[in-house]
């Protein structure tokens, strides 16, 4: 009896999907406890010839949009195929470190009622760069041991659900487009339910995703305009970025104080005192405070021009 489905959502990344799915089946002892269900966003790389073609020890589902209907819709129709109790979702530029499986058994018996959110780390084969040393240690990832998370730090990358729990919330809000806002309100329902978020530090998967950092800067400019106002219209009283009030950002919680500082610090948002950053951050004598600046600023931005 099928007791446990992983769920991969995919968009053209047939290579990392190939090394994602030999690592389950080396860590599944069990194939008869597991389901694996893929849900393809429209791939144009071959990944649906990949997947067809292939021999899997562990039974396997195949779905595939025609055509590109984001992440949200890809999560929640590879949901309405599982079939087990316990959900895990896992994207398919994610590769599992050793333990994967075992660690997410352990922590859904001992957590039986929690949301688990596992570790996404660097590739150990691969050098890591200031930029995604910051990224690696964000939010939840700053964590150590099985801590409880506010909703604003939920991940979806690789994170585990009770299936009775997804269907509460009837999954995630297909109204968001793009990168970031589906996770964050996700994460923020989950909380006014009263169901807690658990950070498992040992249930890591490795990320093969690489980008630059203007490339994050044009996420999360992109995020400003979109996602984020979309959270905010949706959760007014939700505090998302505790310290957004420094970059003019809505605020829950004004105060005069918070004005005044955000007064004084209003040079370096200029253009001229990102490009200090900028450069700082390209030549090494940075620290997460910059990147910080860097990034919230840039989505204020985003922010700003979704206003005009």
Request: net charge positive; proline share 5%; aromatic share 12%.
């Amino acid at each position: 009896m099928i007791g446990f489905s992983i769920v991969i959502l995919t968009y053209n990344q047939r290579s990392t999907l190939s090394r994602l799915l030999a690592g389950l089946k080396e860590q599944i002892k069990n194939p008869k406890m597991f389901e694996v269900v893929i849900t393809d966003d429209g791939s144009t790389d071959g990944t649906s010839e990949f997947v067809k073609g292939m021999r899997f020890p562990i039974f396997m589902k195949y779905l595939r949009a025609e055509n590109n209907v984001g992440r949200s819709e890809s999560r929640n129709r590879g949901f309405a195929k599982s079939a087990g109790k316990y959900v895990l979702f896992l994207d398919s530029d994610m590769a599992p470190a050793p333990g994967l499986i075992e660690t997410y058994l352990r922590t859904w018996e001992k957590y039986p009622d929690d949301v688990i959110v596992g570790a996404i780390k660097n590739p150990p084969e691969r050098k890591i760069d200031n930029l995604h040393k910051y990224l690696f240690s964000r939010g939840g990832l700053a964590n150590k041991n099985e801590a409880l998370l506010p909703g604003r730090y939920f991940v979806s990358g690789n994170f585990s659900i009770r299936k009775d729990i997804f269907e509460k919330l009837s999954g995630f809000d297909t109204t968001f487009q793009g990168w970031g806002g589906e996770d964050t309100d996700f994460g923020l329902r989950l909380e006014q339910e009263g169901i807690r978020i658990r950070y498992s530090p040992h249930a890591v998967c490795y990320h093969y995703h690489s980008k630059t950092v203007e490339e994050t800067l044009e996420e999360f400019e992109r995020y400003g305009r979109t996602g984020y106002r979309q959270l905010i219209e949706k959760h007014p009283e939700a505090v998302i970025f505790p310290a957004g009030w420094v970059f003019g950002l809505p605020d829950s919680r004004p105060g005069m104080a918070k004005k005044i500082v955000a007064a004084l610090l209003s040079p370096l948002k200029s253009d001229i005192g990102i490009s200090l950053l900028k450069f700082l951050t390209a030549g090494g004598a940075i620290s997460n405070s910059y990147f910080d600046w860097l990034f919230y600023n840039r989505l204020a931005r985003g922010f700003r021009k979704g206003v005009d």
